[in-house]
């Protein structure tokens, strides 16, 4: 350990909801050999073995900081459809879970890797049709073509199997510790970050074409698990996303609004604002609470009138929007701490998870 501790910052104000856990995770993280400062979000929460949530700026460069998703993160694609019909629309997405075939991707694949392209995961990974309920900042909304009324595909996916295998790579050998070849690392992470943003494109017109539409240019691609080099120091990001003028979009729940926001943080923060609600329950917590409360079809339709296509049950517990802490919340802390600006609110309609081959029944009369 160090003989100084860096830094910490928690970005949240005194009325959030943010576990000790968490803290003591970013406390602990400060006390690793060349550690300068840690930021955590107002998303902030328990991860396995370091926190979700944070940036962390280092001399030195610590895989395990990023975790196994590397490239993980989210991306807005504009969608016109003549109808959206959230049952009909629901029915018609597809299977995500099986593969495509590696003539149906073009090249190059970073990395060579093929397995797992064009596909989801499971834990919180998700691709939903939203409407553009609001928009809060009309200047910043049309440079970036958003409207009120405006359909968009959000898909939150990252380099699946590829990621891990280069985590596991490092720790097989040097567990949680540094990296010994910091190069070595880097181009295989910036191959697994390429391979996250193409494979959030991949899905878009996946459901897109499906959906018998074209999806535009995504109009934000963020990724939240990663590392830069920035200012000669090494800026870990785990669920945390960059947010140094870079427009995110910052995910609530599939019962619950998500705000595009224009990132303002400065290095206090270091330059990352929050990537999504951050969950309050574990998913343990979550299932065991969620059995006592809810049905499995109540939680096939959420409060805002939205489907969510799910065949795993237990995921649908794990997830659900009462897991996880208030979007409201979290977006008011950002803008208290000056870390970013809203300038939309996006309304779920369709959020897909896994493949439901039961289909979606019809509401009840």
Avoid at 27 to 38: I, K, T
Avoid at 162 to 169: D, M, N, P, Q
Avoid at 204 to 216: C, D, F, K, Q, S
């Amino acid at each position: 350990m160090s003989a100084t501790t860096a830094s910490v910052t928690v970005f949240a104000s005194p009325g959030s909801w943010v576990e000790s856990d968490a803290v003591d995770q970013c406390r602990q993280v400060a006390g690793l050999d060349g550690m300068v400062h840690v930021a955590g979000m107002p998303d902030l929460h328990p991860g396995k073995g370091a926190p979700i949530g944070a940036a962390m700026v280092s001399r030195v460069l610590y895989p395990y900081l990023v975790g196994s998703d590397i490239g993980c993160g989210i991306a807005v694609f504009p969608i016109a459809l003549r109808r959206a019909v959230p049952e009909r629309l629901a029915a018609r997405f597809p299977d995500l879970d099986r593969a495509l075939d590696p003539g149906d991707v073009p090249d190059p694949i970073p990395g060579g890797h093929v397995e797992g392209l064009g596909t989801v995961g499971r834990g919180n990974h998700f691709v939903e049709l939203a409407r553009v309920r609001s928009v809060l900042d009309a200047a910043h909304a049309e440079r970036l073509g958003v409207a009120e009324g405006d359909l968009v595909l959000i898909v939150h996916s990252g380099s699946r199997g590829l990621g891990e295998s280069i985590l596991r790579a490092h720790t097989d050998v040097h567990g949680a510790g540094p990296a010994r070849d910091p190069a070595a690392y880097l181009a295989a992470h910036d191959d697994a970050v390429r391979w996250g943003s193409l494979n959030r494109r991949l899905l878009a017109a996946r459901v897109a074409e499906a959906l018998g539409a074209r999806p535009g240019e995504p109009i934000v691609d963020q990724c939240h698990n990663l590392v830069e080099v920035r200012d000669g120091m090494y800026l870990h990001r785990k669920g945390a996303a960059p947010g140094d003028g870079r427009d995110v979009l910052v995910a609530g729940t599939r019962g619950t609004e998500s705000y595009l926001v224009a990132g303002t943080a400065g290095a206090e923060a270091g330059y990352s604002v929050a990537h999504g609600a951050g969950r309050k329950m574990s998913r343990a917590d979550a299932l065991r609470r969620g059995k006592a409360k809810h049905t499995v079809e109540e939680l096939r339709r959420t409060p805002v009138g939205s489907v969510v296509v799910c065949g795993d049950r237990q995921l649908l517990f794990e997830e659900a929007p009462t897991a996880y802490k208030r979007i409201e919340q979290v977006i008011g802390d950002l803008v208290a701490h000056r870390l970013a600006t809203p300038v939309a609110v996006t309304v779920p309609l369709v959020t897909y998870k896994t493949a439901d081959r039961a289909g979606v029944k019809p509401p009840r009369r």
